[in-house]
Structures are given as structure tokens and as C-alpha cells.
């Protein structure tokens, strides 16, 4: 038994080898293969592991050699040669010049992030000064990002991207990049020097702000150095700086509304950022320090420079605890004059964004970007320090002094006024003579001001079919009050949407006027009105007034019947249509506002006859014609008789003198001389 | 018309300087007194009914603001025509009184020397006239009434009947459109005016001619107001009533002494101030009608 056991035992062991021989035999056997081409690319690097291998491409002499070395220990090394050039396997040698390698065959979100950035998009122009993958990563020694080899590691970013973006390189002398000394201040910025003096690897280089392969322009919203993803891109790191922020700019809106606040780059300057205590720099108190000086001017053109803080610091900005470096952003508090950075005006609409918008669209807006000397921007109207809020009576946007602030300019004889060549003139006084402007003189602040109609920030021309004063946009500009008004007008004839007309309709101001809108009971109303209807309704106007009610309403009686007593004012519609004033069924109902008891056979009164129309109005016609024949045949009769008589009178006359000269003379004279006539 | 009989017959050829000339009395007080009253009412009708027809001149806003408004116009407009029917109707009842006072048959007053309804003599002096104008034949002898006087005095009748009643239908069209269609309002208004204009026309034109502006009566006649005229100008003018009156020997029934100075002075002025308005209104309508059309 033991013996059986031994030979059980041996056996067990025999197998054990023979299976490790087995199995070590099969892994050399497939490893053999690979383990042919070894070193990485060796068959390749027979030919371009030697230095002088070279070729001449476009007259030029292009080393063809890769070093062997660096390659074998790349991240790559293991896809040999044709795992990027994959165009070249089992080519036999020589071969051609290899296609371009395309890392996003494996690399597919970088490269649809590059495809989308600026370089990508250089690339895809043609523009030779664009950086390709290898212009960063370097091609065939390529390491992981965390690897210090690497040509693309934290501390050597700055110097791969400076390549191209320092000073005196093509692309910062012939391309348009705002910056300038990008390397130079980044550099010596607190990034900079975290990074490249004390070697802080996690100090953020020029791919932690503008990313590694998505970089865009600021402008573009996409962009992590945009505006309104700055915040984003600085919180990355500074993720609890909105509690240091908090004296300048309240922390939730810094987060939720970046867009309408001072972004980081507007205190912090790109590329600059500086290791100082910012605050101390823009503190109101450091401004007035020289803007509380009265006689404080601007050197460039005498300027006062003074600032009244106290008006700042009761305007809407001031009770709002607004800084004055939140408006005047560009100030830099690492100089003793921190205001000598400033470059440009306030900009108002980093925090109004919305109305900036409309603003801009506006004519003023246009014109201002025009550089027109005259375009108000948004200081002519709300001032500077001291704005205050419109619903403050002291404001110049307070209703009441709207229509002053405009006149600063639209009053005749102003700037704006001259420039004007359309048909509107004398508006102020027009306006302030108005309905509105006399209600606006008694205090009513609800009602219209310029700014109800022409919009405060949005100012269009008549013309512009965006302006709330074209004729398309009026009905509902002047709705916006007389709502119930714009209901009817929408309603009737004079509506586009019910007279499907294509020509011009009359809207409020054709009848009301535009700036010099009266009271509907005034008189100078009343007796105008029929002129304002017979612009378009031309001949009807015209046989109105051959009636008794035109020709009294002619006379100044502003009680007959005019256009709108008959016809409506704001719900004209046809007359064939039932629901008019004038519909079979209404007509007799709208006599009897003046003619009490009128009756159907009362609306029979031609209001529109003239005797000039013998098919529409023939007893008209033939009466006026049978009394103008009886009145000529009269004075025909009257005249040819009188004209007869006149030679016999005269004749008659002069008997008469004669006689009674004779009578004088002592002649006899049995009668009585005309005593009456000699003494006429 | 028979004419008043005068209280105080006198001596005819009594000497001018010691006594007041005796005038033949033409028309009776209230004669006189309704041609007043109906020169009013016209010339009041004429100016406030023409500023309407002829609203689109200057003129006749400047008139219209001058007599208050229209409204205020409208009003002098209606109490004009309520005192031109009541003329009208005081002189019917007049000549009714007439007929009584005289027992006068209805024949003979419409159809009496007295009267004013042409007749076949005045055919003849209408011939006669006519001849004597283009130089065929003498002047006629007119009688009491002329043709033309008869003519200006059925005129009125007419004139009252055609816009007196166009007048009613427009001051009352609701009452009216009880009964006519509403465009006869229309038809009225033209009526109304154009008749108007007609008798404004021809009061202020032929009428003034035939009684005033003749040569030998230039530049007046104020016979319709003082209701005297003298005796030689009867004589000339109306030659066969004259005759009549001296054939009867009533002349001396119808003389009267004249009015003194100041009151033909007066009247002279009332005259001077229609024939004023008058001509004016005539000036305006021509200006209206001829330059100023619509």
C-alpha cells in the first residue's frame, strides 16, 4: 500500500510539472509575436532610430528621427508605431510620408472640444500659425498629465502656451488678443508665482482658467472665461470667496446672477492678479480722499472731478450700499491712484443688462454707437452720483419732470429738435398744452408722459416697425391706458383685423394728433373733426357740409351732429353692418340723442345729400336746379325791366330839374315843387 | 287799399312858410307799421338765414359771432318768422276789418279800384310801360297800385306760403317726418333757402330800384313810412287815381299835414340803415354765389 502511495504521489507531481511546462510553454509560444517586434517599433526604428535619417520635403531637409527611448517609455509605447500611424502597417520600405496621425480616433471628447475652440477652428480656417495636437503635447514622448515629463504638466503650461502667446511671437504680434504681456503678468501674478517660483503644482496655470483643448473668446458665451462663467471658473478653486466678496457684492446674487454683477476680472485683472487686499483700494472713503476736493479737475480737459457724497450716498445707488469701484470697475487698488487705470466710462449695463439691450437697439443707442456727440447715453437722463429712482419727485425720470428732461434736447431750437425733419414740431409746448400735459401740470403722474408712448429706453423712430409709436404698434400703445378705447378701436372699420384694408388705416394720432391731443369736449375738437375725417373720407366730408349740420358746425355750433355723433368714434363700422349706429335697427336710436321722438322715417334725412349727384339724390338734384331756373327766369324778368326804366328815369329826371328850375325862375306854376326830392 | 280818412282836411294851396304842407295820405298807421315790422323781420331772416346757406364764406362767421352765435342766430331766426306770420296774419284780419268797415261784398274788395289783384288794366300799363320804355308811346297814368307794386305785393303771399312753410317743416322735422319722408327735409332746406335767397335777391335789387333808387326818387322813398307823399308827386306818379280822386272830390278827405323834420330825419335814418344792411346783403350774395361757390 505504501508503495502504491508513493507511486500515487510521484505521478500527482509529474502532472503538476508537466502542466507549469505546458502552461510556460504556451505563454512563450503567444508571446513570441510581440516579443519579434521588440524593442516598441524596432523594425521601425532600424531606419528612424538613426540621428541622420533624414529627407527633403519642399526644399527643405526634415530629420526623420524618433528617439527610440523616449518612446518606450511613453504612455504609447505599447501600440508601437502603428498603433497612431495606422496607414503604414504592413506598408513595405521605404514608404510614403505618413498621413497626419488623428489622436481623436482614441482622444474623441478632446477632439470635440478642440474641434469647437478657437485652435480647432484656426486649424480648420488653414491658419499655419494654429497649434495641432503635437504643438502642445509634443508627438512621440508622450506622458500623462501628472507626470512631470510631460509636456503638457502644470509647471510647464505656461511656457508651452507661451510658445505662442508671449511677447514678439507671431501670433501676439499679428493676431487680435486684448492682453498683452499674458506671459509676463502671468508670470508675476499670485498664480504665477505660486506655480513657477514655489512649485505648487495645484497653483492654476493657462488651462485651468481657459481649459485645455475648449478654448474660446471671452465673448463667446460658451466660454469658461465668459462674463457670465468667469464666477464658475474662479469658484473652481475660490470656492468660498463669495463670503469674503460679501461687503461689495451680496454672495447668492455673485452665484445666481453673475451676469449682473462686477465679474471677477473686473476687480481681479486677468493675467494680474495680484496678492493685495482689494477692498482697502475701493472703498468709498480712498475715492473721496481727492473727489471731495471741490476744486478737484482733470488735468486732460479741466473736467470738475469733484464728487458730492453725500448725493451719492442718497441716490439709488448709494441707499443700495453700492461702492463706487462697483460702477467705476476699472479701477486697480494695487496703485496709489487707483482710478489711473481707467480706461473707459462707466458701464452701466454690467448690472442693468436688460435695459442696456434695449438700449442699445434704441435711436440713441444707435446714434451713441455712431460716436454722434449728440446721443444721450445714460447719464443725460439719470445723471451720475446722484441718480435716484423715478418714483423720487426729485428725479428727472419723476413723471412730472419727464417731459422737461426731454425737452432738454426735443425743445425747438435744441439739439435734437434741429437735427429733426419729420412733421412733429413745437412738441413740448404742444405737449405741455395737451390733455396729458395739462393733467401732468396738475399732478397726475399716471398720466401719459413722452416716455408712456415713445418707451424710456427703447426710442424708435415713427418709422421703425419695432417702435411703440409706428402706426401698427399705436392702438396699443395708447391701450396701454385707454384700454377700453383700444378694445373698440380693434373692433371697428378703421381695424385692420376686421377691414382687412392694405392701405394705411387711421390710427389714435391721425384723429387725436400726436403731442397736441385735446380734450374730445373741447370745442376746437368738436369743429376740427370733420377736417380729420375728410382726409381719407374726402367727398363725404364734403356733401356733410352742404347739410344743415355740416353748414352750422361750420358756423362754430359745436352741437350738430358731427362724424363720430352718427357714426361712432372708436366703433365705426359700415353702416350695412347691424351692430353700427347707423344700422336699420340703431339709426332711429341714434337720432334721438339730439331729436327726441325721431323716428325711422326722421333717419330718412339725407345727412350726406348734395344737389350735385342727380342718380344717388335726384329730388335733391332736380329741386335745386327747378329753384335756381325760377330764380334766374325772376331776375332776368327784374333785371331786363329795371334796365329798360333806368334811361326813362333819368329822362324823368331831368324834366323834373328842369320844371323846377322854372318854378325858381318866377315862372308860374300851378303845383307844388318836389320839395321832398330837392331836399334829399 | 282804401287809406284812412284824414281827421283834419285844410286848405290845399295854403302858403308853405306859415302853415305845415298838406301830403297826401297814402297808407294808414297800421300800414305803416306792419311794413316796419316786416322790414325788421326780412332783413333779420335774410342775414341769419344767409349766414347758413352761405357758411362757407368769411362773411359769414364774422356775422354769425356778430349776432351771438348760431345758436343765438337760430333764435332771432324763429322770433323773426314768428313776427313775419304775425304780419302776415294782422294784415288778412286787416283787410277783413276793411271789408266790414266799408261793407264791402268779398267781389268788390278783391276785385275793386282799391285792390291788388292784377287786372286787365294793368295788362295795359304793363304794355304801355313796356312801349314807353323802348320810346313807342307816353308814360302811362298809373293808377293807385302799379303792376309792379302788385307784383311785390303778391311776392310776399307767395314768399310766405313757400318758406314760411319749408321754414315749419325744418323748425319742427320731428313733428313733420310723422307724415313726409325725412328727404323731404332735404328737398325743404333747398326750397326754404333757395326762395329766400330769391325774395333777399329781389327786394334788395328790383324792389329797391322801383321804389327807391329810381332817378327821380333817389336816393329814397319814404312814403311807406310817413305814409304822406306830396301832392304834386301823386299827381305825377299817379296820375289816374289823382284824377279819380279830384273827379270825386274826395281828394281834400285824404290830405294831412306832414311830419315835421326830425321825425323824416328819423325815419330817413331807418331807411339809410335798411337799404345799408340791404345792400350789403346783396354785395355778400353775389361775392357768395359768383366767387366764393362751393
Known amino acids: 500500500m505504501a508503495e502504491t502511495k508513493i507511486a500515487r504521489r510521484k505521478w500527482r507531481l509529474g502532472v503538476a510539472f508537466a502542466a507549469i511546462l505546458i502552461t510556460l510553454f504556451t505563454l512563450r509560444i503567444s508571446e513570441r509575436p510581440v516579443r519579434a517586434a521588440d524593442p516598441p517599433g524596432a523594425e521601425c526604428l532600424a531606419c528612424h532610430g538613426d540621428k541622420t535619417f533624414n529627407t527633403t520635403r519642399a526644399g527643405k531637409t526634415v530629420s526623420l528621427y524618433v528617439d527610440g527611448k523616449k518612446f518606450a517609455t511613453s504612455i504609447h509605447a505599447s501600440f508601437g508605431c502603428t498603433g497612431c500611424h495606422a496607414d503604414l502597417e504592413g506598408k513595405d520600405f521605404p514608404h510614403d510620408k505618413p498621413a497626419r496621425v488623428k489622436c481623436g480616433t482614441c482622444h474623441s471628447d478632446e477632439q470635440a472640444l478642440y474641434s469647437k475652440s478657437l485652435h480647432g477652428k484656426a486649424v480648420a480656417r488653414g491658419d499655419a500659425l494654429a497649434p495641432s495636437c503635437v504643438n502642445c503635447h509634443g508627438n512621440h514622448a508622450i506622458y500623462p498629465v501628472k507626470d512631470p515629463r510631460s509636456a503638457v504638466a502644470p509647471l510647464k503650461v505656461p511656457f508651452v502656451c507661451g510658445q505662442c502667446h508671449s511677447e514678439g511671437t507671431p501670433v501676439s504680434r499679428t493676431r487680435q488678443i486684448a492682453q498683452d504681456n499674458i506671459l509676463g503678468n502671468y508670470s508675476e501674478s499670485i498664480h504665477g508665482e505660486a506655480l513657477l517660483k514655489k512649485g505648487l503644482a495645484v497653483a492654476p496655470t493657462c488651462a485651468t482658467c481657459h481649459t485645455a483643448h475648449s478654448i474660446l473668446p471671452h465673448t463667446d458665451p460658451a466660454s469658461s472665461i465668459n462674463r457670465k462663467n468667469i464666477a464658475a471658473t474662479c469658484t473652481k478653486c475660490h470656492s468660498q470667496i463669495e463670503s469674503v466678496h460679501r461687503k461689495i457684492i451680496r454672495g447668492e446674487l455673485w452665484e445666481k446672477q453673475a451676469n449682473v454683477l462686477p465679474a471677477c476680472p473686473d476687480c481681479h485683472q486677468p493675467h494680474k492678479i495680484r496678492n493685495v487686499f482689494y477692498e482697502m483700494g475701493m472703498a468709498n472713503a480712498d475715492c473721496m480722499r481727492c473727489h471731495a476736493n471741490e476744486k478737484l479737475r482733470r488735468a486732460r ?225 368738436k369743429l376740427n373733426v370733420m377736417g380729420t375725417c375728410g382726409r381719407c373720407h374726402e367727398k363725404i366730408a364734403e356733401t356733410y357740409f352742404e347739410t344743415y349740420h355740416g353748414k352750422v358746425s361750420r358756423l362754430g355750433y359745436t352741437k350738430a351732429a358731427k362724424c363720430y355723433d352718427c357714426h361712432g368714434a372708436h366703433d365705426v363700422l359700415k353702416v350695412t353692418d347691424p351692430r353700427s349706429h347707423l344700422s336699420r335697427a340703431n339709426v332711429a336710436a341714434t337720432c334721438q340723442k339730439c331729436h327726441a321722438g325721431a323716428t325711422r322715417r326722421f333717419a330718412g334725412y339725407l345727412t350726406h345729400a348734395t344737389h350735385h349727384d342727380p342718380k344717388k339724390y335726384p329730388f335733391v338734384f332736380y329741386t335745386f336746379w327747378g329753384m335756381t331756373g325760377l330764380l334766374l327766369g325772376t331776375f332776368v324778368v327784374g333785371g331786363i325791366h329795371t334796365l329798360l326804366w333806368l334811361p326813362r328815369a333819368f329822362q324823368m329826371r331831368r324834366e323834373l330839374k328842369a320844371a323846377e328850375a322854372a318854378a325858381e325862375n318866377g315862372e308860374p306854376h300851378a303845383g307844388k315843387d318836389t320839395k321832398e326830392d330837392g331836399d334829399a | 287799399m282804401p287809406s284812412e280818412v284824414p281827421e283834419k282836411p285844410a286848405p290845399l294851396n295854403t302858403p308853405r312858410s306859415e302853415d305845415p304842407e298838406r301830403q297826401f295820405v297814402r297808407f294808414t298807421r297800421l300800414q305803416r307799421i306792419l311794413h316796419i315790422c316786416m322790414i325788421c323781420s ?90 314807353w320804355f323802348v320810346g313807342l308811346g307816353p308814360r302811362p297814368a298809373y293808377g293807385r297800385w302799379t303792376y309792379w307794386e302788385k307784383f311785390d305785393y303778391f311776392a310776399v303771399f307767395w314768399g310766405i306760403a313757400v318758406i314760411g312753410s319749408t321754414g315749419l317743416t325744418l323748425w319742427f322735422p320731428v313733428f313733420f317726418t310723422r307724415f313726409i319722408p325725412g328727404s323731404f327735409l332735404n328737398v325743404a332746406t333747398i326750397v326754404h333757402s333757395d326762395e329766400a335767397l330769391l325774395a333777399t335777391g329781389f327786394i334788395f335789387t328790383v324792389h329797391f330800384f322801383n321804389t327807391h333808387l329810381r332817378p327821380e326818387k333817389f336816393p329814397m322813398d319814404i312814403t311807406v313810412f310817413t305814409g304822406r307823399m306830396p301832392l304834386e308827386e301823386l299827381k305825377r306818379d299817379k296820375p289816374r287815381e289823382y284824377e279819380a280822386l279830384v273827379a270825386d272830390g274826395t281828394l281834400e278827405e285824404h290830405m294831412e299835414e306832414a311830419y315835421p323834420p326830425i321825425v323824416t330825419r328819423t325815419i330817413r335814418i331807418f331807411g339809410w340803415a335798411a337799404l345799408a344792411v340791404g345792400f350789403s346783403t346783396v354785395l355778400w350774395i353775389i361775392y357768395a354765389v359768383i366767387f366764393a361757390y362751393q
Request: proline fraction near 4%.
Open chain 2, 42 to 131: 326780412f332783413l333779420s331772416l335774410a342775414t341769419t338765414g344767409l349766414t347758413l346757406k352761405f357758411s362757407y364764406t368769411r362773411w359769414a362767421s364774422v356775422v354769425s359771432h356778430l349776432l351771438g352765435g348760431f345758436e343765438s342766430e337760430g333764435n332771432i331766426h324763429r322770433a323773426a318768422a314768428v313776427v313775419m306770420f304775425g304780419v302776415f296774419i294782422t294784415h288778412l284780419v286787416d283787410l277783413v276789418r276793411l271789408k266790414k268797415r266799408e261793407h264791402l261784398s268779398w267781389r268788390s274788395l278783391v276785385l275793386g279800384p282799391g285792390s291788388l289783384v292784377p287786372n286787365g288794366q294793368d295788362l295795359k300799363e304793363l304794355i304801355g310801360t313796356l312801349k
Open chain 1, 301 to 525: 480737459d479741466g473736467k470738475s472731478m469733484f464728487v458730492n457724497i453725500d448725493e451719492a450716498s442718497h441716490s439709488v445707488h448709494g441707499k443700495k450700499g453700492i461702492a463706487c469701484s462697483q460702477c467705476h470697475s476699472e479701477v486697480n487698488a494695487s496703485r496709489v491712484r487707483p482710478c489711473e487705470t481707467i480706461t473707459k466710462g462707466v458701464d452701466c449695463t454690467s448690472c442693468h443688462d436688460e435695459i442696456g439691450k434695449l438700449y442699445a437697439t434704441s435711436i440713441h443707442g444707435q446714434l451713441n454707437a455712431k460716436n454722434d456727440s449728440n446721443a444721450p447715453t445714460c447719464k443725460e437722463c439719470h445723471g451720475t452720483h446722484g441718480i435716484l429712482n423715478k418714483q423720487d419727485p426729485q428725479s428727472p425720470t419723476f413723471a412730472v419732470n419727464v417731459p422737461n428732461l426731454c425737452a432738454r434736447c426735443h425743445r425747438e431750437g435744441q439739439k435734437a429738435a434741429v437735427r429733426y425733419t419729420g412733421t412733429q414740431h413745437e412738441i413740448i409746448s404742444n405737449y405741455t398744452e395737451s390733455i396729458h400735459g395739462t393733467l401732468l401740470k396738475n399732478g397726475l403722474t399716471v398720466t401719459a408722459t413722452c416716455t408712456s408712448c415713445h418707451s424710456a429706453h427703447h426710442i424708435l423712430p415713427r418709422s421703425d416697425p419695432a417702435s411703440t409709436v409706428n402706426a401698427n404698434n399705436v392702438p396699443n400703445t395708447c391701450g396701454q391706458c385707454h384700454h377700453g378705447i383700444e378694445e373698440q378701436f380693434e373692433n371697428s372699420i378703421h381695424s385692420k383685423k376686421v377691414s382687412g384694408y392694405g392701405k394705411p388705416l387711421p390710427v389714435c394720432n391721425d384723429c387725436h394728433t400726436a403731442h397736441s391731443i385735446h380734450r374730445t369736449d373741447e370745442n376746437s375738437f
